[in-house]
């Protein structure tokens, strides 16, 4: 899937990393399709291209990020190290384990409290650029979501770095309030997803590498198959309005035996889809003035208590917990995002 999706400040950022090795950025952009000046949004497809050629002529997949490259197939042996592991957790821990012997630093840690997951990453060196940072949460959390096949909406990032002058992209890129100028550099997401078995198999993992890295700057989710096309359905409308199963099959134009075995094999679920995006509407809810009564209604709940249940299992705290804190941690960094 070919999306012009990449803000061009990326770009310059990927060609920074060939100055230090004075290796000359036209030929690699000119093979990569891109114009020698990019000054316009480039697809993933693109951006992925001058990726992989950026990598072979430095000889490193991480661009001269970390404190030790990445040589070339280091990626595909990241993906070959987890695939067996079993559940979410256990892939992520063990990836962090292989990044800090492959890329000495930054190095991440696996913390879950109070119903968070948090990766820290340690830098003995100092702070990195963001752009360093933000290539290490794409190659983590985009091999991750594919591993278990569904989107892990993320919380919130903090940077330990200053913030760069194209900071809006690092909000939009993401999808969650970003911070800069941190105590650490971290990354927040629901603990409620760390159970989710990993559904990829080897085969599977051969398509995936074929279409990487391009296939993991899409947001980390499953943009394509039926899966995109019931998530689009259900974000056009309301909660309240949303069809059951059955229902949406029809809408699709199929039968309901087929649209259930499509989405096992996009690692989906029907109710997995109506709680993703049930909790991205309940979060930007709950930032706001509405009661948590008024939230529930508006979500598609007949009683307040069934909302309520349905937050805590999502995350791990009640709504009311979950707005205390966001107000709390608006107050001191307002300034720094």
Not at 108 to 135: C, H, K, M, N, S
């Amino acid at each position: 899937m070919d999306r012009r999706i990449i803000a061009p400040g990326f770009v310059a950022d990927a060609l920074d990393r060939l100055g230090g090795q004075g290796i000359d950025p036209a030929p690699l952009l000119a093979e990569a399709g891109l114009p020698p000046v990019v000054d316009q949004p480039v697809s993933n497809v693109q951006f992925a291209r001058l990726w992989g050629l950026i990598a072979q002529a430095m000889e490193d997949e991480f661009m001269g990020l970390a404190a030790r490259p990445m040589r070339p197939g280091g990626f595909a042996m990241l993906c070959h190290a987890i695939l067996h592991t079993g559940t979410l957790e256990r892939a992520l821990r063990r990836a962090l384990r292989f990044l800090a012997l492959v890329l000495d630093d930054p190095r991440g840690d696996l913390r879950v409290q109070g119903g968070r997951a948090e990766i820290v990453l340690a830098d003995r060196g100092g702070p990195r650029a963001a752009f360093a940072y933000r290539t290490y949460w794409l190659v983590l959390m985009g091999v991750a979501c594919w591993l278990v096949g569904r989107r892990i909406p993320l919380r919130g990032l903090d940077f330990r770095c200053a913030a760069p002058a194209d900071r809006h992209d690092y909000h939009q890129f993401f999808g969650a309030p970003v911070r800069f100028d941190q105590p650490v550099t971290r990354l927040v997401f629901d603990a409620a997803h760390l159970p989710l078995p990993v559904i990829r198999s080897e085969a599977a993992l051969r398509g995936f590498l074929r279409e990487a890295p391009a296939n993991i700057l899409v947001r980390y989710r499953q943009d394509h198959g039926v899966s995109a096309r019931v998530r689009a359905r259900l974000a056009a409308s309301a909660p309240a309005d949303w069809p059951g199963f059955e229902g949406m099959a029809a809408d699709l134009h199929l039968s309901p035996a087929t649209l259930r075995r499509q989405l096992r094999l996009d690692g989906q679920s029907y109710a997995a889809l109506k709680d993703d995006l049930r909790l991205v509407q309940a979060r930007r809810l709950l930032a706001g003035p509405r009661s948590v009564a008024q939230i529930a209604a508006d979500l598609g709940y007949s009683e307040p208590s069934a909302f309520h249940r349905a937050f805590v299992k999502w995350t791990g705290e009640t709504p009311g917990a979950y707005r205390l804190a966001q107000i709390a941690a608006s107050r001191p960094a307002s300034s720094a995002t």
